[in-house]
């Protein structure tokens, strides 16, 4: 044999065993159809297998419509069905479709078929290959059945989430409700011992006043009676005026006395309740909140010392500012000194142009360091039991904050006291209304 019958026997050799490998041995089915008589001529083993016919004799004797049901899932009769992929595939455009099949043994199974033409014009033939997608369109079914039933969850389950959150949206607001009445009672009682404090400081001067008058009384009734008497001498008259002069000079002062503490105990009053916007100097507001407490503090073993820079002009809320001054002075009185003797110390200072700076500070305890984050918790106390409803220093915060528009901090440690810092703007925010 010649070198070129030889190179020729060899290159028929390598086709016959691409052919084998590539068609007979692929794992992907394979078919040959030839159209003009709508029967399979070729087919791999994968064919056959997938099939089901058992046999290459077999598999060869059928067409399309042995190998489908009679209607395809989308209702379409499959002899009408497939004929447009075929005459498209024959004129040239490969095609790629879906395909219900159905077996001998009455199984179905769906695949991906790809028909492609090939050979002479004159004796065209088609070649088909399939890909099972039984598995993977029963999967994408049952994951679409699961989102379906997730979203039917997640629906129900935010409709029950909408109506936890109504229902925990009307406990919010019955509890912020009742928090707002807990603050108003807070205050009311705050002021009621500021009233008792006041009475008990004015029995004091009104006390000394009476026993003044009623003296200068008694010495009216002898001077009359020396005078009808006829034995009133020039040295008693003159006794008698001195008395009453001295009498006079008492009267006058302990009444001063009395309208100076009903003075400051009116403004307090006034602004604590009322609660109206106004201009003020800062030193005048401190200087009558502090005399309206001295009677609740003059018996403990304290000393307050009040340091205040002149002219700190305000246009705010005297009243809330005299709120939280007044718990923040009887929170040192009485969490920070106890009842040990002790120093508050309540000053202010400008802070910029526009702030001012207002401390008050005690040589106490302290606070000890795990209490600190929580200090202005409402309800939030140490003394539990004894008195304390653990609203003080939240009220301070939220009256700080919200309507006074500024900030406090608080400085402590165990044994070496606490300094709460108030830090206002010289005019006060006007509030939002409520939402």
């Not at 016919?53 to 379409?76: C, E, K, M």
């Not at 991906?112 to 070649?127: K, Y």
């Not at 142009?353 to 040589?363: I, N, S």
Request: charged share 25%.
């Amino acid at each position: 044999m010649s070198a070129a019958g030889a190179d020729a026997a060899h290159r028929l050799r390598l086709q016959a065993e691409y052919h084998e490998v590539l068609f007979r041995h692929s794992p992907l089915p394979v078919i040959v159809i030839d159209p003009r008589v709508n029967r399979l001529v070729d087919c791999n083993d994968a064919a056959i297998a997938i099939y089901g016919f058992g046999s290459r004799a077999a598999t060869l004797d059928i067409n399309a419509a042995a190998v489908s049901p009679p209607r395809q899932p989308d209702g379409r009769a499959s002899v009408d069905a497939v004929a447009p992929y075929v005459d498209a595939a024959l004129a040239g455009s490969p095609q790629v479709y879906e395909w219900r099949h159905r077996r001998p043994d009455g199984s179905e199974f769906d695949a991906e078929v790809r028909l492609v033409r090939f050979g002479p014009p004159e004796a065209p033939l088609l070649l088909g290959s399939l890909i099972d997608i039984t598995a993977s369109k029963a999967a994408t079914a049952a994951l679409r059945r699961l989102n379906e039933e997730l979203e039917s969850r997640v629906a129900a389950r935010t409709c029950d989430l909408a109506e936890s959150n109504a229902g925990l949206s009307d406990a919010i607001d019955r509890l912020r409700r009742a928090q707002d009445e807990l603050v108003r009672s807070e205050r009311l009682a705050s002021l009621g011992a500021m009233v008792a404090g006041i009475a008990h400081e004015l029995n004091t001067p009104l006390g000394s006043a009476l026993l003044v008058a009623t003296t200068l009384g008694d010495g009216i009734e002898a001077l009359r009676a020396q005078l009808a008497g006829g034995t009133l001498t020039r040295s008693a008259l003159e006794a008698f005026l001195d008395q009453q002069a001295e009498a006079q000079s008492l009267i006058v002062r302990n009444a001063q006395r009395a309208a100076e503490l009903i003075g400051h105990f009116k403004q307090v009053a006034v602004d604590q309740t009322s609660e109206q916007r106004r201009r003020y100097d800062l030193a005048e507001v401190v200087d009558e909140v502090i005399a309206t407490l001295q009677p609740r503090l003059r018996k403990r073993p304290l000393q307050i010392d009040v340091d205040l820079a002149p002219g700190m002009a305000m246009d705010g809320y005297p009243g809330p500012l005299g709120q939280v001054l007044t718990n923040l002075v009887m929170n040192a009185a009485l969490h920070g000194l106890r009842e040990r003797a002790g120093r508050i110390a309540v000053s202010a200072r400008p802070a910029g142009t526009d702030a001012v700076r207002l401390a008050v500070e005690d040589d106490g305890v302290g606070i000890a360091p795990e209490h600190l984050p929580r200090l202005f918790d409402p309800f939030f106390t140490t003394r539990l039991g004894e008195g304390g409803s653990g609203l003080g220093l939240h009220i301070c915060y939220s009256l700080v904050h919200r309507t006074l528009g500024g900030r406090i901090d608080v400085d402590s440690a165990p044994g070496g006291g606490a300094r709460f810092t108030l830090t206002l703007p010289r005019v006060a925010p006007v509030p939002s209304p409520p939402a």
